[in-house]
């Protein structure tokens, strides 16, 4: 099947070949799965995402028909996966955050106290998944608003190392929060 170009798979596909979907899973699986980390950042997620992209092309192959590349049809089926994740997490936190004001009109506390703990929770494991300098430098900024000169001068460092360390940080918070990031932001700046 070396040979085949993408329409003869294709074919071969509509046809029900199963052989032509592993040669399609051959050719292009090392390529998406590369693509989806890259933006999903969760090996398992992006492995449950290629399987479901080729679940999906296998059940409606017969509806499939190309105009360009396989390659660059199977890409952007993926990259509209992603970013349909990542609407329904961010729709999901939303929604998390919306019952949680709702409730909290009907229970004044108890329910925004358990959502917030969680929050706190996710946070706290994602701020001890840092190195520990970089937990440190975190901690100091924001746990006792410190200023970064003042860390930079009692850890010995530079200034500039501090605000990289900051940043690094907080990106690799963003990505571990997830679907919590919309309830992070809205208790961030609410608590300010």
């Given at each position: 099947?070396?040979?085949l170009?993408?329409?003869?798979?294709?074919?071969?596909?509509?046809?029900?070949?199963?052989?032509?979907?592993?040669?399609?899973?051959?050719?292009?699986s090392?390529?998406?799965?590369?693509?989806?980390y890259?933006?999903?950042?969760?090996?398992?997620?992006?492995?449950?995402?290629?399987?479901?992209?080729?679940?999906?092309?296998?059940?409606?192959?017969?509806?499939?028909?190309?105009?360009?590349?396989?390659?660059?049809?199977?890409?952007?089926?993926?990259?509209?996966?992603?970013?349909d994740?990542h609407?329904?997490?961010?729709?999901?936190?939303?929604?998390?955050?919306?019952?949680?004001?709702?409730?909290?009109?009907?229970?004044?506390?108890?329910?925004?106290?358990?959502?917030?703990?969680?929050?706190?929770?996710?946070?706290?494991?994602?701020?001890?998944?840092?190195?520990?300098?970089?937990?440190?430098?975190?901690?100091?900024?924001?746990v006792?608003?410190?200023?970064?000169?003042?860390?930079?001068?009692?850890?010995?460092?530079?200034?500039?190392?501090?605000?990289?360390?900051l940043?690094?940080?907080?990106?690799?918070?963003?990505?571990?929060?997830?679907?919590?990031?919309?309830?992070?932001?809205?208790?961030?700046?609410?608590?300010?």
């Open positions: 099947m070396l040979e170009n993408d329409a003869s798979l294709m074919a071969m596909l509509q046809d029900g070949d199963r052989k032509a979907l592993q040669e399609i899973y051959r050719r292009h090392a390529f998406l799965f590369s693509y989806a890259k933006r999903l950042r969760s090996w398992d997620d992006s492995k449950d995402m290629i399987q479901d992209l080729f679940l999906n092309l296998w059940i409606k192959r017969q509806q499939i028909y190309l105009k360009g590349s396989l390659g660059a049809y199977l890409t952007l089926c993926l990259r509209n996966k992603i970013i994740s609407h329904s997490r961010t729709v999901r936190a939303a929604y998390l955050l919306g019952q949680m004001n709702e409730n909290t009109e009907r229970d004044n506390s108890t329910t925004e106290q358990i959502g917030y703990n969680e929050l706190v929770q996710t946070i706290q494991k994602g701020i001890n998944k840092l190195p520990p300098k970089m937990q440190q430098i975190y901690r100091l900024r924001k006792e608003d410190r200023k970064i000169e003042e860390i930079a001068s009692e850890l010995d460092i530079s200034v500039q190392t501090v605000k990289n360390q940043s690094t940080a907080l990106k690799k918070l963003r990505l571990s929060l997830g679907e919590y990031i919309i309830l992070f932001i809205v208790f961030f700046f609410h608590a300010n």
